[in-house]
Structure formats: structure tokens, C-alpha cells
């Protein structure tokens, strides 16, 4: 089946630093980039969609200065933590779908973010 | 490698009850999840198991047998709203999450 990586697969960084994470398809291209935050035993809670070659859309509550997200090419996006804080430690998943809607999509195996 | 099986797809009727499997094999086991998806929405956590029993939230049920690999997702008393991917999940021994590939549910009528 299809696979999407992520790197690194944890992190850990001081307050006020940056952090950039990867997300890759690795055997497919991927119109459509997902960018999840993961609670502890809870939904998965989207930040941003992201669309190859054009502006990432982010959910209503989500600071797009914050969470820089390029979609450069078909088989990587990025988000960037900018200036991160405690508050921000946590496991961020994506995603990515080939084609429309109703496309399956393949999720990626986290990264768990620490900000001390 | 680390893999995660289970059906491509299944149908079940309205108000009857449906078993999702879910084998696995993996580096490891920090507890699996399992997950609820509709089309175009985000997946929303319905389980979590780490020790090997069943566990019972109303009409959603999920069993683990570690020693086994496999996981169960019981729905009953079927909904029409029921109709979505099932997601399994494990999480290893690295806390990585290993997503299986869904079950799409089809509830008819």
C-alpha cells in the first residue's frame, strides 16, 4: 500500500525556537496534504489542508503565522513551529490523498513535538 | 517490516451488528486505536486498547488480544450515520503510530 513518512519522528527544542517537519509520499504523488494535531485518546484535529503549488488552508483557530506550511512539490509538504512553545508539545500527523474526496488517505507516523 | 490488516471494505444492514478485524504486526505495542472517518472529514478517535479484553463505549465496542495481534471494532444496532472508514492503529514501541489502510462500511437500508 501507499506510504507516507515523516521526519523526524520526535523532536525536542527550546522555547522560541523553530522546528520544521516532513512529510513525504513516498510511492505516490499527493495532490493533497493533511496536517493533524493529536490529543492524548482524542480526535485527530485538523490544522491546515494543504494543495500542491498553492496556499495551505488552514482551520479556524489555527495561527497560519505560526504553522508555516509549504506544499512545494507532489510529495512533500512541511510545517514549520515558529517560535514554539510548551503549549505546542505535541504529536503532529499528516496525511496525503492522491485524488479527489473520496480518495483514500494515508497517514503518515507522527512526530511528537517537545518544546521545554 | 510492520503491517496492518484489515478488509477493504464491508456491508452490513441497518440496525444488525458488524465485527471489524484488525491484525497486526509490529515493532513492538504502546496500545491501538481505533478511528472513524467520514469522507472529507478528520478521523475521529472512537477506542483505545493497551491491555488484552474488551472494551464497551454504548453502541461501539473494541477487543484486544495482544498475545494474537488482533483487534476487533464491534458496532451494533447499526446507523445509516455509521456508514465511514474504520481506521486501525497501532502504536509502537518507538510511540510511531502505524495507520492500517481502513475499512469502508457500507450500511444499507
Known amino acids: 500500500g501507499a506510504v507516507v513518512s515523516q521526519h523526524p519522528s520526535w523532536v525536542i527544542c527550546k522555547s522560541g525556537t523553530s522546528v520544521k517537519i516532513e512529510c513525504r509520499s513516498l510511492?505516490?504523488?499527493?495532490?493533497?496534504m493533511f496536517w493533524y494535531r493529536q490529543f492524548p485518546k482524542q480526535s485527530l484535529m485538523l490544522m491546515a489542508t494543504s494543495n500542491e503549488g498553492s496556499k495551505a488552508t488552514y482551520e479556524q483557530g489555527v495561527e497560519k503565522d505560526k504553522f508555516l506550511i509549504n506544499h512545494a512539490s507532489l510529495t512533500l509538504s512541511t510545517l514549520t513551529v515558529t517560535s514554539a512553545h510548551p503549549e505546542d508539545s505535541s504529536f503532529y500527523i499528516c496525511?496525503?490523498?492522491?485524488?479527489?474526496?473520496?480518495?483514500?488517505?494515508?497517514f503518515g507516523p507522527g512526530t511528537r513535538l517537545t518544546v521545554l | 517490516g510492520q503491517n496492518i490488516d484489515q478488509p477493504t471494505e464491508m456491508t452490513a444492514t441497518e440496525g444488525a451488528i458488524v465485527q471489524i478485524n484488525c491484525t497486526y504486526q509490529t515493532s513492538g505495542f504502546n496500545g491501538l486505536f481505533w478511528y472513524q472517518q467520514h469522507a472529507g472529514e478528520a478521523p475521529t478517535f472512537l477506542s483505545y486498547n493497551v491491555l488484552d479484553g474488551l472494551e464497551e463505549k454504548g453502541r461501539f465496542s473494541s477487543f484486544l488480544s495482544r498475545s494474537k495481534g488482533y483487534s476487533y471494532l464491534l458496532l451494533k444496532e447499526l446507523q445509516m450515520k455509521d456508514s465511514a472508514s474504520y481506521l486501525c492503529?497501532?502504536?509502537?514501541?518507538?510511540?510511531?503510530?502505524?495507520w492500517g489502510a481502513g475499512t469502508k462500511l457500507i450500511i444499507k437500508p
Open positions: 510511492d505516490f504523488q499527493a495532490t493533497t
Open positions: 492503529v497501532v502504536m509502537d514501541s518507538n510511540y510511531q503510530l502505524i
Open positions: 496525511s496525503a490523498r492522491a485524488g479527489d474526496v473520496t480518495d483514500t488517505q494515508y
